[in-house]
């Protein structure tokens, strides 16, 4: 199990801040990650239907979307940032 937190309107378009999944051993990195997503419903797949601008965090260290998730107990979904 890995606990899943989402940040900004992915978590306003989801409908939740964070759950708890069990990851399917197909899911290794970060991009794989975000399509399994997309998979869950309706509202998940509108939050992640530009996959190329979602950033992600595995224990609170951003990491590109080839990378590994393994050993992850944190995973943050991030829209891109914005400000100043």
């Known amino acids: 199990m890995v606990r899943v937190v989402y940040f900004a309107w992915v978590r306003e378009r989801i409908g939740k801040s964070e759950e708890e999944l069990d990851l399917p051993p197909s899911v290794t990195t970060a991009g794989e990650l975000i399509q399994y997503?997309?998979?869950?419903?309706?509202?998940y797949e509108a939050a992640l239907q530009f996959?190329?601008?979602i950033r992600v965090a595995v224990n609170q260290e951003h990491i590109d979307h080839d990378e590994s998730i393994a050993g992850a107990r944190e995973i943050g979904i991030f829209p891109p940032m914005t400000g100043g």
């Open 37 to 43: 997503l997309a998979t869950l419903g309706e509202d």
């Open 51 to 53: 996959p190329d601008v």
